[in-house]
């Protein structure tokens, strides 16, 4: 371990470059046989920020974030987290972020709070620490009612918020969140920016991928938009809709190609 962190603040040693952001990526690239998924990415995700990636379909948002967390190795480039190299120190890089993954896997057949216990357990949390954070996140995601349920019966919005009460158990200071609110309901969705918006005002910082353009442009102060592998756009949300909305800068940006609707000329006849 090279650097000093500070468990609680996330702080690195202060230096001529100030402290380390939250997630810094540099020159990440990824092939998959011939499709360059994302290609060479230059990111930084300042510290306290509320950070949306957005991109069209396959524009390589799941695999920068999977690369970005230390899920899939990249061809090239490196990720850093607080100023710690995801894949040279993951022991202590994980430690500061938690992670909803597109998809996740979990343990399903145990109830939401036995998942809680056993991912806590196998992240060396105290017992009463873990009993006091297990309750207060299930009290949170108001999945107590779900007591004797177990995952594999939980809605789609249920599963996003144990696998978020998943990733926030440890207490990281950066969560990194694939596509969050897909499928989740109104009220479920209240919640969840509820509790991202708390997490971000007590210092967290938080990274999320969305297609929602106006969800984006609610929550985040800082936004990136991808398309086929690379970066376009990137900077505060302001900078980057200008005088318009984020949705049209993302259509200008990213849009589809003159001539495309052409093709379904017959669905008007
Ligand atoms: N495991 C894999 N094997 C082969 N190709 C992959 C794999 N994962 C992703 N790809 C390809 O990499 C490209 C980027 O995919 P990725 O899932 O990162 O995009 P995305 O922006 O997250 O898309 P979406 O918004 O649809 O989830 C796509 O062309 C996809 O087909």
């Not at 207060?136 to 599963?159: C, I, K, Q, W």
């Not at 007590?202 to 984006?216: A, E, F, K, Y």
Request: glycine letters at 12%.
């Amino acid at each position: 371990m090279d650097k000093a962190i500070d468990q609680n603040s996330g702080e690195l040693p202060g230096g001529d470059e100030g402290p380390a952001p939250a997630l810094r990526l540099k020159g990440l690239h990824k092939v998959f046989a011939d499709n360059t998924a994302v290609d060479h990415v230059d990111l930084v995700v300042p510290r306290g920020s509320f950070f949306g990636l957005v991109g069209p379909n396959g524009a390589g948002k799941t695999t920068a974030l999977s690369m970005a967390v230390g899920l899939l190795r990249p061809d090239e480039g490196r990720s850093e987290v607080f100023g710690v190299d995801v894949w040279s120190d993951p022991v202590q890089a994980k430690s500061l972020m938690g992670v909803l993954p597109d998809g996740l896997a979990m343990p399903e057949r145990l109830t939401g709070r036995e998942l809680l216990t056993f991912i806590g357990q196998l992240r060396g949390i105290a017992d009463d620490v873990l009993a006091r954070r297990t309750q207060d996140l299930l009290n949170v995601m108001e999945l107590n009612d779900a007591e004797r349920t177990l995952v594999v019966d939980y809605s789609t919005g249920m599963r996003k918020k144990i696998g978020l009460a998943t990733a926030l158990l440890h207490g990281p200071r950066l969560l990194v969140l694939d596509e969050p609110f897909e499928a989740v309901d109104p009220v479920s969705a209240a919640a969840l920016k509820a509790i991202l918006g708390r997490f971000v005002a007590s210092g967290g910082s938080v990274i999320l991928s969305s297609h929602v353009m106006p969800l984006v442009e609610q929550l985040c102060d800082t936004v990136a938009v991808m398309a086929k592998g690379r970066l376009v756009a990137a900077g505060p949300l302001d900078e980057v809709r200008g005088d318009g909305s984020l949705e049209e800068t993302f259509v200008r940006l990213v849009g589809v190609e003159a001539g495309a609707w052409e093709e379904l000329s017959w669905l008007a006849s």
